[in-house]
Every structure is written in C-alpha cells, then in structure tokens.
C-alpha cells in the first residue's frame, strides 16, 4: 500500500476496505509511514549539508540558479566540472568546483549568458524520487564525499517536452520554474586551492 504516494488518508482508506471487506495491512502502512518520515528528513537535513542558509525566497531561487550555473559550467567549460562545495546566503550564491585553470574572460560571458538563455527559456523544475542506483545511472550529479539514502530526490531542470538541462541530487526546496528568477551574473572567480575554483553569482 502507497499510503503517502495517493495521499488517500488512512481513515477513510479504512472505512473503503471494510465496506468491501478487504483486509488494510497496518503495520506495513506504518512501516512505510516512518520509513517516508525518516525519508524526508535525511532529504532536508542533506540540503541544510548542501549549503543553505535558510528557506527564504531569495536563498530558494539562488539555489535555483546554482543548478544552472553547475549545469552551464560543464556545458561550456568541461563535462568534468564536479562541485567540491555550495554557500547560499539571501545576497548571493557560491560555488567550489573542480578545475584546472582559471576561467577566461570568455568563457565567464558564456556561462552568463547559458544562464540567463535557461531562465528566459521558462524551464520546469522537477523533483523525482528514485532508488540510488537509478539516479546513479543516469548521471544526476552529486557532491563528492556526500552519504545519500537508498531512495534520493533528483531535481531536473527541463523543458515542456522534457528536454533535460540539468540533473542533480538535491533535498529542495527550489522555485518551479526558471522563469522566477531575475537576470543571473558572475561576480568573482578565483581559487581557493590547487585544482579548486569559486564563483560568486548574484541574481540582479
Ligand atoms: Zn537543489
């Protein structure tokens, strides 16, 4: 019995199989009531780990714009591109990724622009659970060195025919459409270790 997934409550569930004399499993409907609570707090305590600061508008859609950008980077700059780390406050976003050289002029303008091309293109924001293996195989990026659970929230960043930008492991909570944000631009790069970059972006 999905209890949580028809969201039918179990009362009335109740009342619907005596009445057709079907027999509800409760202890199982408990089990997978605690087992979907326990879900939901690994999920959110992994995206307090992911970064944020809190759950406020402003945080929500820069964590938004993080997907882009970690997605942008890899299109423009390598496919190799894994964040190494995430700081989100209400005036700006940060990430720490991995590569090898210090990101030219060019290739800065380009990344904006893919950005800021995602947000005008009104691109779903899609949460799906999945068992890990699955996120897995299909490549949903996920931060190095993090401790994820059997069944994980993969967040796609897609277009109404689900043409896929973006894939990633994340707990949420995010906006549901690219179009809530404003337009996106890179304030600093620089390193932070050998091997190691960081942008500071801003939704102005
Ligand atoms: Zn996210």
């Known amino acids: 019995m999905k209890a949580t997934t028809y969201g039918f409550p179990i009362e009335l569930t109740l009342e619907l199989a005596d009445e057709k004399n079907i027999k509800v499993d409760l202890e199982d ?24 600061a809190n759950h406020n508008e402003k945080t929500v859609r820069l964590h938004t714009a993080h997907h882009l950008l970690l997605a942008a980077l890899q299109k423009v700059v390598s496919p190799d591109i894994k964040q190494r780390g995430s700081n989100i406050t209400e005036e700006r976003l940060r990430i720490d990724f991995v590569c090898d050289h210090k990101l030219t002029d060019e290739e800065k303008k380009k990344v904006e622009d893919l950005v800021n091309e995602k947000i005008k293109e009104h691109l779903n924001v899609v949460r799906r659970e999945m068992p890990l293996a699955e996120a897995e195989k299909i490549g949903a990026q996920m931060e190095f060195g993090a401790k994820y659970p059997e069944i994980v929230s993969v967040y796609f960043i897609e277009d109404e025919k689900g043409s896929l930008f973006s894939k990633e492991f994340c707990g949420g ?13 890179i304030q600093k790069e620089e390193a932070v270790a050998q091997g190691i970059r960081r942008i500071k972006a801003v939704l102005e």
């Not at 909570?173 to 631009?185: G, Y």
């Open 173 to 185: 909570p995010h906006v549901s459409n690219t179009s809530e944000l404003s337009h996106f631009k």
């Open 29 to 52: 409907f408990h089990k997978k009531m605690k087992e979907h609570q326990e879900l939901s707090r690994t999920a959110s305590a992994g995206m307090f780990k992911g970064g944020l």
